[in-house]
């Protein structure tokens, strides 16, 4: 017979058996949730790149991990990535692709001839001071040349549109598109003179006709003046390592607030595309001047009448004789008579610290501060004499009559580089036989003012001792050397050399007389 249970051993064992079970129901739970990670509070706390596709199985957990790290680091940029998208998505609307039909027309046997052709570049809508029509903002040499009639302007939905009429202001590469409407987005523009160097900026446009793209960089440096532009007047560009390639010029620079702060216009580049070099042009600048073309139809400059330094004149030890810690201000080289600077006492060797209150960096932001003065209105000058600074007043004069009255500006140009037009063919310069030689692109030829589409090599300076002194005169283009077609200025070194070592050399030259071309073919023994 058994002998029966005591019921206090009864209630001890089942209270056991409770505790025992609650205990590895827990610890059960503990191991499932580590193997998983999910109670891991970092983890929950946030989004996991290993969380939101498809995890291997083979997947470690380092690697696991180390991709929630990223994902939280993410986190923290992911505002920056984010200003990024939203100045794109704000902006894009408002910027154009350009196409423009433009015809030249041969001379001589072939004057016959019309050679079409197409330029492209890019714009952005903007509005004026004034009313409420748009207008595109662009380079002058996108579309200098071309008839509103052959002008498109394709929208980022691809409508094409026709502007009602063109400015342009070749002083500064600068055209304006009238669009006779107001129903499209416009770019916000912003102040070019509060952009610091370092600042993040985005270049929009259509390199190489791929539209709408966006390449972001910074302000590499300001206040820089390309020689080789020598058609450009109006000079201080911004310098950017934000990507500018064939197709770009015109198109916006902007800041990280979506504001328009330049306009982009050329490259440093040996090959043709991007080089991490490029220039814009201030939009404080090309604002002014988009106004005064919509105002007046042209633009309006001031002036001083004096001569500058140019940059490479200016040296340290030249500022350190004037008493000065650095180069800075712009040092005036001559005071022409009977000009608003002679009548308000400023004389040779001054150098000019601060103009309307606003500090000089150098002869380049004097010269557009002064272009975009009042005419006619008073004006102070601080200037630097005999270590002395002096207060002066002038009475900003009108650019070309001052120009007139006081003589032609000199030339200040300096020797080309490998700066170039998105687009456009790098001007180069060799030597050969006593010449300096270029290469004629469509810069030069403006300059120059030659008609039609001539091609060669134009000849820059003759040597006095040149064997062929006595056969060019400076600007005359070398078309032909032997019955070689000659297009740059490398073919024409390279076969005036082969030439040196033949008894003769056959030349064909074409030349500038009085606004038509003259065809030479010289033979010299």
Do not use: C
């Not at 680091?73 to 154009?96: G, I, M």
């Not at 040296?315 to 004789?321: F, M, P, Q, V, Y």
Request: cysteine-free.
């Amino acid at each position: 017979m058994a002998r029966p249970s005591s019921p206090y051993l009864l209630l001890a064992t089942l209270a056991t058996g409770v505790i025992l079970g609650v205990a590895f129901s827990r610890g059960g739970h503990l191991v499932s949730a580590q193997a998983t990670g999910t109670a891991r509070p970092e983890a929950a706390s946030s989004s996991s790149l290993a969380s939101t596709g498809p995890v291997n199985a083979t997947t470690t957990k380092t690697e696991t991990d180390l991709y929630e790290k990223v994902a939280r680091q993410y986190e923290l940029f992911a505002h920056v990535n984010r200003t990024f998208e939203l100045v794109a998505e704000a902006v894009s609307p408002s910027v154009v692709h350009i196409v423009a039909q433009k015809s030249s027309r041969g001379e001589g046997d072939n004057s016959s001839h019309v050679r079409r052709f197409e330029e492209t570049g890019s714009g952005v809508i903007v509005r004026a001071d004034r009313g409420k029509e748009l207008y595109v903002l662009t380079n002058n040499h996108v579309v200098d040349g071309a008839q509103p009639e052959k002008i498109k302007i394709f929208l980022k939905d691809g409508t094409a549109i026709r502007p009602n009429r063109t400015w342009l202001d070749a002083k500064a590469d600068i055209a304006v598109l009238g669009l006779g409407r107001d129903d499209l987005p416009a770019a916000r523009l912003g102040d070019s003179d509060a952009v610091p160097v370092g600042t993040w900026v985005l270049a929009l446009g259509s390199p190489f006709g791929l539209t709408h793209s966006v390449s972001q960089g910074i302000i590499s440096a300001r206040g820089r003046h390309m020689d080789e532009l020598e058609d450009v007047e109006n000079q201080d560009f911004l310098q950017t390592d934000a990507a500018i390639n064939p197709g770009n010029s015109g198109g916006p620079l902007v800041n990280m607030k979506g504001e328009v702060i330049g306009i982009n216009n050329s490259i440093a580049s040996n090959g043709g595309g991007n080089e991490g070099v490029g220039f814009s042009i201030p939009m404080n600048l090309a604002h002014w001047i988009m106004n005064q073309l919509i105002a007046n139809g042209r633009v309006t400059r001031g002036a001083l009448g004096i001569d500058l330094h140019r940059e490479t004149e200016y040296r340290t030890e030249d500022a350190l004789s004037h008493g000065l810690d650095r180069t800075k201000g712009a040092w005036v080289s001559v005071v022409h008579q009977f000009s608003p600077a002679a009548d308000a006492g400023l004389r040779d060797d001054d150098i000019i610290l601060r103009f309307r209150g606003v500090e000089v960096q150098d002869l380049n932001h004097l010269i557009n501060m002064v272009s975009m003065a009042p005419i006619g209105q008073p004006a102070e000058l601080i200037v630097l004499r005999e270590r002395k600074q002096i207060r002066l007043t002038v009475k900003v004069g009108e650019r070309d009559r001052t120009v007139v009255q006081t003589g032609p500006i000199p030339d200040r140009s300096l020797p080309r580089g490998p700066l170039r037009r998105p687009g456009r063919p790098a001007p180069t310069s060799n030597y050969a036989l006593g010449l300096e030689l270029s290469t004629l692109d469509d810069t030069t030829a403006r300059r120059l003012g030659l008609p039609g589409n001539p091609q060669g090599a134009v000849v820059a300076k003759i040597a006095p001792d040149s064997p062929l002194a006595g056969v060019f005169k400076a600007n005359d283009i070398i078309s032909k050397v032997d019955g070689q077609s000659i297009a740059t200025a490398d073919q024409a070194v390279k076969a005036l050399n082969r030439s040196t070592d033949q008894k003769a050399i056959e030349l064909e030259i074409d030349r500038l007389v009085e606004g038509a071309i003259e065809h030479h073919s010289v033979s010299l023994p």
